[in-house]
């Protein structure tokens, strides 16, 4: 069974500051990878999604990596704003008919 | 192509009562997942769906759970006999593509409190 653990849980950073969120997953037979960003009381809207024949994906201030071997993906925020903060999730997908697994999330503030 | 629709957005009731969910897809997006998401977790998987055929549901679906997606298009979530415990926000996702998963879209979600 797939688990997916993302840490830190919470993090507050200063505005301007770079950083990184961790996506660990135990079964490195997956298909691909989404990152995906959650405000309070809404839906998940899509950031990057990675295949697994790929090592990262890049929008904007964003940037993905993932390592099989290791089972391991980041997200990388550049020159983070407040309005970056939200709740941001991992999903894998085993591809085929089997369902998406996320992670617990990693809630992010960004101060200004 | 306006993205995945649910309804209610918010759903209030008491304990007991039955609720229905929609969910509305993406043109031709033939793929259709049910989550549930408790507040500080991530989504849950409750059950999913290929065209019309339900392929898999969660243990986390009890019998008072039930799901369906007649045609294949759009898809209901009932929730039978309500219980506090099911105060959550069910989410619904859906995707393009048979057999490789692609990208997953999201709704907004229905808010579901029970008192």
């Known amino acids: 069974k797939q688990e997916v653990t993302q840490i830190p849980a919470a993090l507050s950073v200063p505005e301007g500051e770079n950083l990184v969120l961790n996506c660990s997953f135990t079964?490195?037979?997956?298909?691909?990878l989404q990152w995906f960003r959650q405000d309070p009381g809404k839906g998940l809207t899509s950031l990057l999604l990675i295949q697994s024949s790929q090592r990262e994906q890049t929008s904007g201030r964003l940037n993905a990596s993932l390592d099989k071997s290791s089972g391991r993906s980041t997200l990388y925020i550049a020159a983070s704003q407040p309005g970056d903060s939200a709740t941001y999730l991992c999903a894998l997908s085993p591809g085929g008919y089997q369902k998406v697994t996320f992670g617990t999330g990693t809630k992010l503030q960004v101060i200004p | 192509d306006t993205g995945v629709s649910q309804d209610p957005r918010h759903k209030i009731t008491k304990r007991g009562q039955n609720v229905t969910f929609r969910c509305d897809p993406i043109?031709?997006?033939?793929?259709l997942y049910w989550y549930r998401q408790t507040l500080g977790q991530g989504p849950e998987f409750l059950t999913y769906f290929q065209n019309e055929a339900q392929l898999e549901k969660s243990r986390l679906l009890s019998d008072r759970f039930s799901a369906e997606r007649p045609k294949g298009s759009f898809s209901t979530l009932e929730i039978q006999r309500t219980e506090q415990g099911d105060s959550a926000m069910y989410l619904c996702a859906t995707h393009r593509d048979r057999v490789f998963t692609g990208e997953l879209f999201f709704g907004e979600g229905s808010r579901l409190t029970v008192l």
């Open positions: 079964d490195s037979a997956i298909y691909n």
């Open positions: 043109s031709e997006h033939n793929r």
